[in-house]
Structures are given as structure tokens and as C-alpha cells.
């Protein structure tokens, strides 16, 4: 490898003496300074433009402009390579700047393409360099003229399986088919969904169906193309899909019934982002609906993940689902000694301490048992907007309730017990 490299600077440095060579650099160089000086022109009216599009035309926007100026220059490059092939003038230059205006083209397109696809994280960002890495590995490759052998040796390494030829290079070649299909799946239902979402009147379940939809529909579809694309025939995976359905009896039938019962959900519309919903021991609002789990926030914060599973098979309250009017009930004691009509007109009163309370259904005010420490009094009340939870209202009608006893003299009374003494032990008297 020393000798050839050496060889190749050797060859260089005897190009760089004849006339051609040099034309060819003011080439290069008159493609750059054109190229930039329209891509500095242009980026200005995209620029202009990107701010005021949204969804697909927002997207093609941003990719023009980070693809605009090797775009440019492979447009400048291309006839200058065709004009000088024409006339017998060697190109050498122009043939080495050609594949790496285009990987650096393919760079930037993939790196905005798996940034618009996924979320920016670590694995993200390495990817994002490995990708590159390997972009520019194959151009280098390429231009050593190495690509071609290692892709014959690649090839080489294969083996029969029946009636199919499988080799090293067609697994590569599926791998990287496959990755890419899926990848520009996941763009077009992130697309649909941003389209889908911006249309007025759509309800939250209905996008979240198109959005599911979408993308399974997508996905499948590229893997299915991906793996005709390669030369594998579909009417194979006959033995495939029966396996596939041994497992979903078996291991995957939990991951199957999660991800029916979410289109369930969806479908059927009775849950949806945005309701307030108690599962088990488990209250708080729905911010997401995924294929698997549902995303549900309580009030601290915490987000749990709720198989879609058990909203299908077990009881769940959704407090939004129709009526967003729910009754909240507060109950008190007042001391036997007190005046539980006077206590009621007192606690009625301050049903309205709370500016969420609505005057239909009005508040009203029950005795509902004589209890061991006092009477207890229970005030029933509606509100509207329980999303914004029951702690705060209840609160402020605590306080109320409070200040007018205090004020009135009611008593809230503290629970109480009577010890009665049936017999006492006789005390001998200590002798004297």
C-alpha cells in the first residue's frame, strides 16, 4: 500500500506540470466561485421562503438549501466533463471532484433526513457520523479504484440455499435497502402526520388512527419493496408468515393483543389524548396514545405507560368522555352541640368560594349520617373543567367552610371516646 500511494503522489505531482492539469484547476476553481456566489443569492430567497411554508414544502425548502450548493457545482461540473471528454482533454480532476460533491450531497440529505425522521439523541448523532464515515469510506474507495474488487470479493463469499444464491454482498446490499426504505417510511408518516394534524375539525382520535395507520401501512409497504428491490421473491415468505403466526401464539401474543387494542381505542374513539382517566389506582390525563402503551400524567408529573391491553380488558372511569361536568363532593363534621340547619345554610354558602364551581347543576348541601364524633354534613357541587384536577377547588372550599364556623361558632369535632369504669381493684391500706 506504501508503494501505491506513492506511486499515486508521483503521478500527481507529473499532472500537476502539464498544461491540462492546470485548466482543469481554473475549471474547479471558476465552478466554486460561480457556485458559491449563486448559492449565497439563492440561500437568501429560500431563506425568505422557508420561514413562511409549512409541511412538505417547509421540508423541501430546507433540504434545497443544504443541497444547493454541491447541487450547483455537480450541474456546472457535469458539462464541463462532457464538453472535455468531447474534445479528447483529460478530466482527471473534474472525475475526482464529481463523486465527492455527490457523497457530500448524500451526506447532507441523510443527516437531515434521519434528523426530520427521528428524535435528536446520543444514538442519533453517532449515527449520523458513522453514516458519514461511511459515505466518504466509499468514495475513497472509489476513487483508488479498490471499490470494485472489494465488491467482487464480497461477492465471492456466498453459499446456496435451494434455488437462491446468498452472498456477503446481498446481504449488505438488503441491509442497506431496507434501512433506507424504512427510514423514508418513517419521514412520509411523520409528514401525514403534520399534514393531518393542521386540518381544523379533525378530532384528536381521528389523527392519532391516520397517524397509526400510516405508518404500519408504510412501513410494510417499504419492507416489502425493499425485499423485492433485491431480488428476494415474496412468494417465499409463505414458510415465513407461519412462523411468524406460531409466535404471535406463543411469545408475541401479548406484543399482538397490545397492538390490536390500540387500533381498537382509536377506532372506537373512547379514549383519546387530552381525557382524564383513572385505571386501577392510576389517575391522570392521557398525553399520548402509541401502537403498544398509553401515555398517561399525573399530577406530580410522573408519566406512566399503560398497555393498551389492559384499557380493553379492565374497568377504566374516563372523567372527559362525554359530560366534562363532574360532581365533587365535600364532607365535614359538626359537633352534636351545634345546629346542623344553621351549619348547612353556612356551608352552601361557600360553595361559591371557588370561581370553578357552576351554577348548573346548583350546589347542594346533605346530612348524611349522625356519626360517632358529630354530625356529618356533605356539600355536593359541579364543575367544569376537571382537567385542571379537584385539589385546588376543594381548597378553596375547605378554607371557606373554615372561616365561617369560626365566625359562626360551629365546632368541627375531633374524634372522641368515653372510658367507663365498671369496678375499681381494692386498694390495701399499707400498715401502719
Not at 50 to 57: H, K, L, N, P, R
Not at 107 to 112: E, G, M, P, W
Request: charged share 15%; proline share 5%; net charge neutral.
Amino acid at each position: 500500500m506504501p508503494e501505491f500511494l506513492q506511486q499515486q503522489f508521483q503521478n500527481i505531482l507529473t499532472a500537476a506540470q502539464t498544461p491540462d492539469y492546470w485548466w482543469q484547476a481554473c475549471i474547479l476553481l471558476l465552478v466554486v466561485a460561480v457556485s458559491a456566489l449563486l448559492n449565497a443569492r439563492v440561500q437568501k430567497i429560500l431563506q425568505a421562503h422557508s420561514e413562511s411554508t409549512i409541511g412538505f414544502q417547509h421540508i423541501a425548502v430546507r433540504s434545497l438549501q443544504r443541497l444547493l450548493w454541491p447541487l450547483v457545482s455537480l450541474l456546472l461540473l457535469l458539462p464541463a466533463q462532457a464538453i472535455m471528454i468531447r474534445y479528447d482533454m483529460p478530466a482527471h480532476l473534474i472525475e475526482i471532484a464529481i463523486p465527492v460533491l455527490t457523497a457530500l450531497a448524500a451526506v447532507r440529505f441523510s443527516v437531515y433526513l434521519l434528523r426530520k425522521t427521528f428524535t435528536v439523541n446520543p444514538i442519533l448523532r453517532s449515527s449520523e457520523n458513522i453514516l458519514g464515515l461511511i459515505i466518504w469510506l466509499i468514495v475513497i474507495l472509489h476513487l483508488l479504484d479498490w471499490l470494485q474488487p472489494i465488491l467482487a470479493m464480497l461477492d465471492s463469499l456466498a453459499f446456496s440455499m435451494g434455488e437462491t444464491r446468498i452472498s456477503v454482498l446481498s446481504a449488505i446490499n438488503l441491509l442497506v435497502v431496507v434501512a433506507v426504505a424504512f427510514i423514508v417510511a418513517l419521514w412520509l408518516a411523520e409528514i401525514v402526520n403534520r399534514q393531518v394534524g393542521r386540518i381544523p375539525g379533525v378530532s384528536p382520535s381521528f389523527k392519532v388512527g391516520v397517524s397509526k395507520f400510516s405508518r404500519f401501512l408504510l412501513i410494510t409497504l417499504a419492507f416489502l419493496l425493499a425485499l423485492n428491490a433485491v431480488g428476494i421473491n415474496l412468494s417465499s415468505l409463505a414458510i415465513f408468515g407461519g412462523a411468524l403466526g406460531v409466535g404471535l401464539g406463543f411469545g408475541l401474543q401479548r406484543i399482538a393483543s397490545n397492538f390490536i387494542s390500540g387500533f381498537i381505542l382509536v377506532m372506537d374513539r373512547s379514549i383519546k389524548p387530552g381525557d382524564i382517566i383513572t385505571v386501577g389506582t392510576k389517575f391522570g390525563w392521557v398525553q399520548e396514545l402509541n401502537a403498544r402503551y398509553i401515555v398517561v400524567r399525573n399530577r406530580d408529573g410522573v408519566d406512566t405507560l399503560i398497555p393498551n391491553e389492559n384499557l380493553i380488558t379492565s374497568e377504566v372511569i374516563n372523567w372527559s368522555y362525554k359530560d366534562p361536568n363532574v360532581r365533587v363532593t365535600v364532607t365535614v363534621q359538626i359537633s352534636y352541640e351545634d345546629d346542623p340547619e344553621q351549619a348547612m345554610e353556612l356551608i352552601l354558602g361557600c360553595a361559591k368560594a371557588s370561581p370553578r364551581v357552576i351554577d348548573d347543576p346548583e350546589p347542594t348541601v346533605r346530612l348524611t349520617q349522625f356519626a360517632d364524633n358529630g354530625i356529618e354534613l356533605q356539600l355536593r357541587f359541579w364543575i367544569e373543567d376537571p382537567v385542571n384536577g379537584f385539589a385546588g377547588v376543594k381548597s378553596d372550599v375547605h378554607v371557606a367552610i373554615w372561616r365561617a364556623f369560626k365566625q359562626a361558632g360551629i365546632t368541627i369535632p375531633y374524634p372522641q371516646r368515653d372510658l367507663h369504669i365498671k369496678s375499681m381493684p381494692s386498694r390495701e391500706l399499707a400498715p401502719e
